[in-house]
Structures are given as C-alpha cells and as structure tokens.
C-alpha cells in the first residue's frame, strides 16, 4: 500500500498500523507527534490506528531548547 510519509512517497504493508510505522522508522521511546490526514493521533492510539491508502502522514520530532 502506499501512503505519504512526512511529503514523499512510502510503501508499506496493509495491516500497518502508526506503531508499526514508528518501529519501522526506528522511533519508539522518541518524542514525537502524529498526525493522519491532518488529524492528530493520541499515543494511546498507536496500536489499534490501521493506515489506508493514500493515507497522508506527518512525524514530528519534539525538541526541547530554552
């Protein structure tokens, strides 16, 4: 299947779910947000969040300063 992965095209496997697409992109226990069509999905919902095609995809990365 294929989705859009942060503005480029991604291929990926039909049961991916975010969890899954976060262990792929090497980020568990990173700080960072997801968004899924211009929605922002919960940690809590990683697992059960089933990607689609064409689904459009954003991972940012939290950085702290001060």
């Known amino acids: 299947m294929n989705i859009t992965l942060n ?4 291929e990926c496997n ?15 226990g990173k700080r960072i947000a997801i ?6 999905v919960p940690r809590s919902q ?7 095609e064409g689904d459009k995809v954003e991972i940012v990365h ?3 300063g001060g």
């Open 14 to 28: 039909n049961d991916t779910t975010i969890q899954s697409l976060v262990e792929q992109q090497k980020l568990v």
């Open 62 to 64: 939290a950085i702290g």
């Open 7 to 10: 503005g480029e095209a991604f």
């Open 46 to 52: 990683y697992n059960t969040c089933q990607l689609q």
């Open 35 to 40: 968004e899924v069509n211009l929605e922002v």
